[in-house]
């Protein structure tokens, strides 16, 4: 399983701002943000629409999307290479990323889309409704075959 590059650091800037503090951190905000892609969630009645800014996505191949329970889990690779050019300045994020987004409830595993386009990834999900009704379970009679 390849590991997100920047996951490693985040972990090692919380256990810093146990000795330093959160105001430590403040000038390196913008480095850190930009390690995950930046996404909305958007809220309907009985669905959720997660859109992520993935741009530079070569194919929809090199995204991974799962989900379990109230977690969505999406993975790929961003690589922007142009031949006969080295990079001097690098301030767009590429290579391997890795987010897990925390939904405020259980989706149905089986009504999920996504599309991407222009950039931006998509993601519909609908909220598994709690069934509270009674069901009637039939007896089958084996005696009587």
Do not use: C
């Amino acid at each position: 399983m390849k590991m997100d590059q920047f996951k490693n650091m985040n972990e090692w800037r919380k256990q810093w701002d146990h000795f330093f503090g959160d105001e430590f951190w403040s000038g390196f905000t913008p480095f850190f943000d930009n390690a995950h892609s930046q996404l909305n969630i958007y809220q309907g009645e009985n669905e959720l629409l997660v859109v992520l800014s993935l741009p530079g996505l070569a194919k929809v191949e090199d995204v991974d999307i799962y989900v379990k329970h109230q977690t969505l889990e999406v993975k790929g690779k961003i690589n922007l290479n142009f031949n006969g050019f080295d990079i001097l300045q690098e301030g767009i994020f590429q290579g391997n990323f890795e987010r897990e987004i925390q939904l405020p409830y259980t989706v149905k595993e089986d009504r999920i889309k996504a599309t991407y386009k222009r950039g931006l990834l998509f993601v519909h999900l609908h909220k598994q409704i709690p069934d509270d009704s009674r069901k009637k379970v039939e007896v089958i009679d084996r005696d009587n075959k």
